[in-house]
DNA sequence: CAGGGACTCT
DNA sequence: AGAGTCC
């Protein structure tokens, strides 16, 4: 049956199922924060231009390269050896994270999964793009696009030259596109894998691309002297490989697995045998929402405890912004700190963390709310566990604390999802009130009187702390009334407690009105003005997709968004929606680290 | 560094 | 849960 690889000259789809089946692209931003900077100056794309943090240089134009400037150049070396450079501070990284999140966004138009990697980067894996493109192709002759690592000395039986080669077409009209709407010129490595993708990515730049097939990976990688030059491979792991007299990646490709295996686990030794032969199979994982979001403060030092109450009451309200913004309910909170140590420099975080009553935050109108007195309540939580982090009885020196919500409102599916949709929905209220000829406080109120589930809701004495359930504690999903204070009635949130009450049928019927009030133009805004944000837009998009309101996550560029197709928005909506794999998608997405771009060239070096 | 997150292991 | 790593 191996002969079905010799026919190779005919892709077929088993051939796809072979050796090297997937197709994927790495895109790679020029010199990021520089073309940022100079989208919105243009009069600075002829001068050397550097970014400034702190008193580094992050990155530079290439203008500036030109005449020395390094990546993390001090500013005073930077200006010796170039005079005239330009310097424009980047430390707030907000429109950064903009663009970021435009490219991200556009990347979408090709439906296939996009992974973001920091603000930078981005895989594709538009294996099955392919596919289709190969059906309606003729196969004979297809030339690839850009640079070629190297010349294949035979076609590789499974197909995937061929793959390749439009994969690399496919990247090519993908940074045009990039350019073209965006104005950012960017680099591309294609690779039947994302570890061969991104390190060849860097080889010819800036605004160029290039193709490696899968028989010149090993080769490739040999040509690496450090082992930290492969992605996941960390200080950590190159000081345990370097220890053992494993140095570059030539020495990793020759030493025995169980040699590895007597110094990592056993899955690490065999990932880190087979990233060395350019071997990887991790998937592209489509980005989605955050799965954590915090925030964290770093100084000389505290030592006082109401110093410490007043960084993370500091944290903690900009914490509430971002995760209004985000739209989820948290549900786990953690709190971090480093305390000063001589030893081992920065790191050596400790944290703890705990459930927190789901009473705490309300979705009034669609956006999160909380209370004063909510707040309180996290803040005796916090200080909760930092009691649990620190002896008072002794003293102590913090160089850093972090505040981080960890987990969100679980989704659900099938029938229990209609009522999340509920649960978030702002105009429930508005819906009902139509229904019910407006008898605002009258029927808000009724909600209040049904059935107290009794015990779940005996929170207020105790409650902020959930004890972690033994048993999964059913959601506490039914806040007792009585205990919110004002703006009860004003409060559409509210309803949330009634519907919980309704049987399936009855939460389909109200879905329904919701939407046909929408459809109407009468959603009647329960929730006074939003932010800044285009709210018209928002609700058209509310109607397309059938009125969710947790529309594309916050680090979509709406604009952006909005350009694409109307069926497209809607297939990207159900994608965030309902992530892949059941579980919310992964990978950050509110990443704003200094991510120096092109990084990875600093390992390459070539062999002498 | 510094600030955010994700993944993995225990 | 908490620590360690990695980017």
Redesign the pocket.
């Known amino acids: 049956m191996d002969d079905r690889n010799m026919d190779s000259s005919s892709s077929t789809i088993t051939d796809v199922a072979t050796k090297h089946p997937k197709s994927i692209i790495h895109i790679d931003i020029d010199c990021f924060y520089a073309q940022v900077e100079m989208l919105r100056k243009p009069e600075l794309r002829s001068e050397p231009l550097g970014i400034q ?2 008193n ?1 240089v992050v990155t530079s134009n290439y203008e500036a390269r030109k005449c020395g400037i390094k990546k ?1 150049m001090l500013v005073s070396e930077a200006l010796k050896s170039c005079p005239n450079l330009k310097l424009v501070n980047g430390e707030d990284l907000h429109d950064y994270r903009a663009s970021s999140n435009k490219i991200f966004t556009l990347l979408q138009h090709w439906k296939s999964p996009v992974e973001k ?2 603000m930078d ?1 981005n895989f594709i894996d538009v294996t099955n793009l392919i596919q289709e493109k190969i059906k309606s192709t003729n196969l004979s002759n297809i030339k690839f696009t850009g640079h070629l690592y190297r010349e294949p000395e035979t076609e590789c039986p499974c197909g995937c030259h061929t793959r390749l080669k439009i994969a690399s077409q496919l990247a090519s009209e993908i940074r045009q596109k990039i350019f073209d709407e965006l104005g950012f010129t960017t680099c591309a490595g294609i690779a039947h894998n994302k570890l061969l993708a991104k390190l060849i990515c860097p080889l010819h730049k800036p605004n160029e691309q290039t193709l490696i097939y899968p028989e010149h990976g090993e080769e490739f990688m040999s040509t690496f002297q450090s082992v ?1 030059a ?11 490989l370097i220890s053992q007299n494993i140095i570059s990646v030539s020495d990793l490709q020759q030493v025995a697995v169980d040699v590895l295996k007597k110094h990592f ?1 056993s ?2 030794a065999v990932r880190l045998k087979n990233l060395c032969f350019g071997e990887d199979n ?1 998937p592209v ?1 489509q980005t989605g ?11 000389k030092t505290v030592s006082v405890r109401s110093e410490v109450e007043e960084k993370f009451s500091a ?1 903690l309200q ?1 914490l509430l912004m ?1 995760v209004r913004e985000d739209g989820r309910i948290p549900v ?1 909170l ?1 709190v ?1 700190l480093r305390k000063k140590d001589v030893k081992r ?11 927190i009553s789901s009473s705490i935050f309300t979705v009034n109108g669609g956006v999160i709310t909380i209370t004063e007195a909510g707040q309180q309540k996290l803040m005796t939580i916090i200080m909760r ?1 930092f009691n ?2 620190i002896d008072l009885s002794k003293p102590f020196h913090l ?2 604390v ?1 505040l ?1 919500f ?2 969100f409102q679980e989704r659900m599916t099938g029938r229990s999802s209609i009522v999340n949709y509920l649960m978030n929905d702002l105009s429930v209220q508005s819906v009902l009130n139509i229904q019910n000829d407006c008898d605002t406080s009258a029927s808000s109120m009724d909600y209040s009187a049904v059935s107290p589930s009794s015990s779940t809701t005996t929170d207020l004495s105790d409650g902020e702390v ?1 004890p ?1 359930p033994k048993k999964p504690k059913k959601v506490n999903w039914i806040a007792k009334r009585r205990c919110l204070s004002r703006e009860d009635v004003a409060s559409p949130s509210k309803l949330k407690v009634g519907e919980l009450r309704l049987n399936s049928k009855e939460l389909e019927k109200v879905s329904e009105l919701r939407l046909n009030s929408r459809d109407r133009s009468l959603t009647p805004r329960a929730s006074p003005a939003k932010d800044n944000m285009s709210d018209t837009s928002d609700n058209m998009k509310d109607i397309a997709e059938g009125g969710n309101c947790d529309e594309c996550p916050s680090y979509v560029d709406k604009d952006v968004f909005n350009a694409l197709p109307e069926e497209m928005q809607q297939e990207l909506k159900s994608m965030w929606k309902n992530p892949a794999n059941s579980e919310l ?12 771009p092109n990084s990875i060239l600093k390992y390459f070096v070539p062999q002498k």
């Open positions: 943090q702190k580094i993390c990697l920091g980067e930290r492969i992605p996941s491979i960390g200080s950590k792991t190159t000081e345990t686990s899955d690490m991790t994982k929402r955050p799965q954590s979001i915090g925030l964290e403060d770093s100084f944290l900009r971002l786990s953690r971090t420099l920065s790191s050596h975080r400790e944290s703890r963390q705990c459930q566990l649990k982090l160089t850093l972090g981080a960890t987990k959930e972690s998608p992964r990978t950050s997405t509110r990443n704003m680290n200094k991510s120096k």
